[in-house]
């Protein structure tokens, strides 16, 4: 029985007699040679094509049926993603979705390789062969539990209504006053940690992490919980995740330095795709009746 390596094996050799050519160098890890590189670049264009042709027939056959392939942080994905998964397929009930989660880097990656039809993504700069239509801004806060709020104002001296408007003014070091309080903080690696650790140097403060994770929603309760403070972005997942009577514990404070553009993103051969532009567009209206209320 051929093993899945001498199965592959036995492909390349087999295009390389017909193209004349090696194609890959046979070393660990294995890479392309120039032909290989070249040929593989032309087979990534045929398979965009042949997918976006089958769309295309599947549109004009009327068949809602195929697979809708997204892309979308974890986070960002259990803010926003299921009242707008739960419209769609009770309207489109033939089409399957396949999730995938990831940082924005490997998805915008994916989606030029084919392996997505659509990344809900913040892009940095335009990408050749990439549609990108705005979404929504995605908002990033600040989270203070209101007792640990007060306290800080009386260990200050200082009047609560001060302390919170220079924390809100959005000023050059206006958090410097959290200076000794205690914060939960996603790992650095993640662009909210990041952005978090920017803030808090720009106020001169070296933080004391109480706890350091990429879990959001463990966060978000264990600042309810009064454990500390958190920077939250998408700032969505604040009612998804608490209730109405712990978000009542909470001051939010909005920083518009954590503000950023979230994006619909897919290759442009799909822009006439009648599923995807209509999951677009459920998206739009959830999102919108959201931001009404």
Known sequence: MYTLYETLSA?????????????VVRRVPLSFTWTGQVFYQHALKLHKEEDAMRKA????????????????APNREHAILPAILKRYTREHPGIRIQMTE?????LIQKLSEG?????????????????????????MVLLIPNQLLIG???AQQVPF??????????????LAPLAR??????????????????????ADIEPFVRVSSDNLRLLLELCAAGSGLMFCRPANLIARNLTKQQRQRLTRIPLRTGERLISFCYRRELHDWSLLAAFMDTARQIMHACQDH
Do not use: W
């Open 11 to 23: 492909h390349i050799a087999q295009l390389e007699r017909e193209i004349g050519a090696p194609l």
């Open 57 to 72: 027939l599947a549109d004009a056959c009327q068949e809602e049926t195929g697979c809708l392939r997204i892309g979308i």
């Open 102 to 106: 990831d940082i924005n880097r490997h």
């Open 115 to 139: 392996g997505l039809d659509l990344a809900i993504v913040h892009m940095e700069q335009p990408l050749a062969g990439i549609t990108q239509e705005a979404f929504y801004q995605e908002e």
């Open 152 to 154: 800080l104002a009386e």
């Open 161 to 174: 209504a001060s302390l919170l408007k220079r924390l809100s003014s959005g000023t050059p070091g206006c």
């Open 181 to 202: 309080a205690p914060f939960l903080l996603s790992e650095s690696g993640t662009v909210p940690g990041r952005l978090a650790r920017r803030l808090l140097a720009e």
